[in-house]
């Protein structure tokens, strides 16, 4: 029999962790002749008993495992990690909130057994998210995809299925400042999408708030796209096309030709399309170092420079 492994970041969720489990078990249960299962709890550094209550479940089950963190590293962090220790032919990424509904697990295998190399659960609608963070989340992915060489799916969640051959590929990966699900889909393979409700939080408050969220779609900008880096560059590249044409034709239309708009401009004007200009060419030279800066980011960070898929056997 397959193994299927279960990765659950968890922070603060100790009210959580048997509800998620006891869910988990009914929804296992009638698959059980054909897999067999891990679950992969990950204890990014909370400050209640989430630890002690994994624990717990790891004495009465040996299929619960739990990978206990020193302190808090953020979800991106301990998803990785649940990926690097996972050891089945297939992961099945979920959250601890009991957002992500449980029941539609079987759907996800159902894909995978199908030939998808990653199922991806797509957020309809969660009851929970604030106006702010539903505005934001658009916005964020618009402007993604705009500056972004990779295409990333809106509203696609952690709620996803990996194959093995998925989750080699993304243990290559070294960069720490990551979006894991943004690198699961610059990896490519393929990929089938599961739609869902998000549910309402069943205990306990997310730990994910505004700021934290800001810093995410931050690293992921910098992760995923060059863009910000070669921002400076277009600037001065079209303040100093602007200048440069409208210096000439105030020149020209001054000294040589006698045009009456261009007499209207005092030196101390000219003067000041004169710095502009210069400020440009300041632009200019810092996007040039971009440049550099960008082909330096892409030899640290270290990214495979190709991926193979094979047929699953």
Same mark, same amino acid.
């Given at each position: ?7 659950? +970041? ?37 400050? /209640? ?11 009465? !089950? ?6 206990? &963190?020193?302190?808090?590293?953020? @979800? ?18 979920? /959250? ?9 697990? +079987? !759907? ?8 998808? !190399? ?21 916005? &964020?992915?618009?402007?993604?995809? @705009?500056?972004? /060489?990779?295409?990333?799916? +809106?509203?696609?969640? !952690? ?10 590929? &993304? ?24 739609? %869902? ?40 590249? %079209? ?16 000294? &040589? ?7 209207? %401009?005092? /030196? ?8 502009? %200009? ?25 990214? +495979? ?9």
């Amino acid at each position: 029999m397959k193994l299927l492994s279960f990765i659950i +970041p968890a922070y603060n969720e100790s009210a959580n962790v048997m509800p998620l489990y006891t869910r988990l078990q009914s929804v296992l249960k009638p698959l059980s002749d054909r897999y067999t299962f891990e679950i992969l709890f990950v204890n990014d550094g909370s400050k /209640d008993t989430t630890a002690e209550e994994v624990t717990k479940l790891t004495k009465a !089950d040996t299929r619960v495992k739990l990978i206990d &963190f020193s302190r808090n590293f953020g @979800k991106e962090i301990a998803t990785t990690a649940g990926l690097r220790h996972c050891t089945g032919d297939a992961c099945m990424m979920i /959250d601890a909130d009991l957002q992500h509904p449980a029941e539609l697990i +079987p !759907d996800f295998i159902a894909k995978w057994e199908e030939g998808s !190399d990653v199922v991806v659960g797509i957020r309809k609608e969660s009851k929970s998210d604030s106006w702010v963070k539903k505005i934001g989340g658009k916005i &964020f992915y618009v402007i993604l995809n @705009k500056i972004s /060489d990779t295409e990333i799916t +809106p509203n696609a969640t !952690d709620f996803r299925l990996l194959d093995r051959a998925v989750i080699d590929a &993304f243990n290559e990966f070294k960069e720490t400042k990551r979006l894991t699900r943004g690198l699961i889909d610059w990896l490519g393979f393929r990929r089938t999408y599961i739609f %869902f409700d998000a549910e309402e939080r069943l205990h306990g408050t997310a730990s994910y708030s505004v700021w934290k969220l800001l810093k995410l779609a931050l690293n992921s900008f910098m992760s995923l796209s060059l863009f910000p880096l070669k921002v400076a560059g277009y600037i001065g590249i %079209f303040i100093t096309s602007f200048s440069l044409i409208a210096g000439s034709y105030i020149f020209l239309g001054k000294y &040589f030709f006698k045009w009456y708009w261009a007499l209207t %401009f005092s /030196d101390s004007e000219d003067l000041a399309i004169f710095i502009v %200009f210069l400020v440009g060419i300041i632009l200019m030279s810092l996007g040039l170092i971009s440049l550099y800066i960008a082909n330096i980011h892409e030899e640290v960070i270290k990214r +495979p420079l190709y991926v193979i898929r094979k047929e699953r056997e």
